[in-house]
């Protein structure tokens, strides 16, 4: 046996702890909220992702604020905090504005964004940002870290969760499905990967540039517990993680389906917006879409 099947996960621990009800309505102005500071960074650097941001905004609003991470901004390295590992790194500017609305670092920094000398780098950088756990931004590494980390967890003999960013876009590499066979071979159950099943890429329609089929379908072939949510319905997405901490022996994928560019009505399902940042007009119109 090698080191890793050694030390089974320990049983009936914290992380396996049933979340507090969250209050959906403070949670959709939160999202809301998140949604505006997304677009006004953007605004500002004149470059980044909003389609992918936005679209998971729901998701890890619900993640967040919905009791499921358990971090502390006043201790980034808390070495028992769960993780969050943003595998799709290019939407981070979802990841800094939830990251500053819980005070890792001040507010006023989000509009630095991808500027020379910022904290905010274009891709998630731990060398920069507190609250980020890995660096990210090359398709397809990021899952893997993921896996190290909850490997690392059960070594350690640590209770805490990792939580794992991916998309359609990035299940296209290799590495993806290295991981998801070593993570079931390994039963490794802290492990979530949350999916955003948006059908868009940086060139197009997914079904278009390389069909990914049954995302769902292949990871429970690998052996995985699937759920698939509206990634919009923070009711469900809440149910969902739920649900995962409740499973053993096997990681867990949310398959998340979303609209790119949610809340912005041009932006939605428009395959552009992967990575083009709003004009002067474009962002009046946005926040005007989302104001309270
Ligand atoms: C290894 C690697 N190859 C290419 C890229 C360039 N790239 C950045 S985002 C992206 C598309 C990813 O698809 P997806 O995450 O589904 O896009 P979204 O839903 O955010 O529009 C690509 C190819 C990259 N970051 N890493």
Redesign the pocket.
Known sequence: MSDTEAAPAPANTTRNTPTMTPDFDKLAVTAKELRRDVLTMLHASASG?P???L??TDVFTTLYFGGHMNVDPKNPAWEDRDRFVLS????CPILYAILAKLEFFPHSELITLRKLGSNLQG?PDTHFTKGVDACT?????GVSVGLGMALGARIAKKDYRVYVG????????GQVWEMASAAAHYKVDNLTVLI?R??????GF?KDVMDQGDLAAKYAAFGWHVQEVDGHDMKAVHAALEKAKTVRGQPQMICCH?L?GKGVSYMENV?K???VAPSDDELKQALSELAD
């Not at 948006?198 to 060139?203: F, L, T």
């Open positions: 992702h389609g992918g941001s679209g998971m799709n790194g290019h939407i891709h931004g090359s398709l397809g590494n991916s998309s359609d876009g990035e299940s296209q590499e955003d948006n059908g868009i890429q940086i060139d997914t979303t790119l395959p917006w992967h990575g």
